[in-house]
């Protein structure tokens, strides 16, 4: 089992910036591609980032190119994910996922075995 705890989030102005972190515990932390995904109000949830767990492979939304930065640190078990000039748009509940060496499917939710609780991000107009 993996257990994920996601921090950082907040209310902030458009053109603002929030970083989020998601620590891991119980298995090998190294081992595990981890993602960023998002839900807003009424809509399906969405990857936002990925990085896998080998070779430092990074994937971004469209949405979030340039804009956002996604990084692990292995030794501190936790994956983090910089939000810069952040809009409206990106308003959601940002999750943390988990899956043990996942590959090239790294942009499917559904491959994704372990979850964390969810962190609220809000992006005032």
């Known amino acids: 089992q993996v257990q994920l705890v996601e921090s950082g989030g907040g209310l902030v102005q458009a053109g603002g910036s929030l970083r989020l972190t998601c620590t891991a515990s119980?298995?090998?932390?190294?081992?595990?591609?981890m993602g960023w995904f998002r839900q807003a109000p009424g809509k399906e949830r969405e990857i936002v980032a990925a990085?896998?767990?080998?070779?430092?492979?990074?994937y971004y939304a469209d949405s979030v190119k340039g804009r956002f930065t996604i990084t692990r640190d292995n030794a501190k078990n936790a994956v983090n994910l910089q939000m810069n000039s952040l809009n409206p748009a990106d308003t959601a509940v940002y999750y943390c996922a988990a899956d043990y060496r996942l590959g090239s499917r790294l942009t499917y939710q559904d491959k994704y075995d372990y979850w964390g609780q969810g962190t609220q991000v809000t992006v005032s107009s």
């Open positions: 119980g298995r090998t932390f190294s081992d595990y591609t």
């Open positions: 990085i896998m767990w080998i070779g430092g492979i990074t």
